[in-house]
DNA sequence: CTTGGAATGTCAACAAGACTGACTTAAACT
DNA sequence: AGTTTAAGTCAGTCTTGTTGACATTCCAAG
């Protein structure tokens, strides 16, 4: 009922599809973090660990500071998990050589093997998704995830997309 | 460097490919989630009373079992979302007729309004993306959210979006 | 050279929101 | 009458976010 399509030029963007666009990320959203929660729920880490390590795994020697940036919380809430995965020993952190305020961060063999557990996982979704929708979905689904980044998002994802080439 | 298109078939589905999907997943979830996140922190509220919103603005008159196994999270977990959103007077938890035990979740008008001001942000985002991105890439989008989702979690969206036609 | 400010990181305390487990109440079913 | 189901409650824990205060280090202006 109510106008359904009343105010859109286009479509496809009723409000219903926009709704069941918000639920189909939500839901997603939810299995998408399953396989590492499980994971880490057998050790005495949560998500903000996966993030940690799954990041400095991708950037190794990056600052605090520069990890911070990236997943944009406190450095008060990033300092707890990171100095229970440097008391484990699956984190590193040098003291930097030219500024000695400076900690860059890396994991070690132990750090990295979980790294490479979680993401396994995550990617083993991610791959049978894939498989299962077809390139050209994916290629669609990588551009609406692209739009809906804020502009500051978009520049953290792009910035890590070239470093990884 | 390494063993980049080494096991896979499929060209599109190096490790580094997978990774970036990953990671887009990411950011676009922090930037989907933001826009309510900024409404609901000048009250006292969460992104747990969003998500009661939004699912008893969907399915109104549902009971409380029933919004728990679309959360996925304990009762004790929602009861103290909905208590404070029945005391503000958003919520309205009517006895069932049928079955006395049951209680059954509307939103009052106050509870509407601010459902569509939380979901107007969030649509507005989503309108936006879908619009840049197109009809082709939308519709890649949706296919490979679903493909993401556990069974269990893609049972529950499809009854929802069956309801919602 | 020194001193004051800025940058980097650490410690402590608190709040939200998830969890488990144990329990109560009321109603419905058998 | 006895069991099961729906909802709610109380208590305690964990993760992860927040603020505020503080230490260390660097750098630049006087």
Do not use: C
């Amino acid at each position: 009922m109510s106008e359904s399509s009343g105010g859109e030029t286009l479509l496809f963007l009723t409000d219903e599809q926009l709704r069941q666009g918000i639920e189909a990320v939500f839901f997603a959203y939810q299995s998408f973090t399953a396989d590492p929660d499980r994971i880490l729920a057998t050790m005495a880490y949560g998500r903000a660990h996966h993030r940690a390590i799954h990041f400095i795994n991708r950037a190794p020697g990056t600052t605090v500071n520069n990890l911070l940036a990236i997943l944009g919380v406190t450095k008060q809430s990033l300092n707890r998990v990171l100095r229970s995965l440097v008391e484990d020993e699956l984190v590193e952190a040098r003291v930097g050589k030219v500024d000695k305020r400076e900690r860059h961060l890396y994991l070690t063999e132990k750090g990295e093997a979980l790294e490479r557990k979680l993401s396994d996982a995550q990617r083993a979704r991610m791959r049978s998704a894939y498989r299962a929708a077809g390139p050209q979905a994916v290629a669609g689904f990588r551009t609406v995830l692209e739009a809906m980044m804020d502009p500051e998002m978009r520049r953290r994802y792009l910035s890590l997309k070239e470093s990884g080439i």
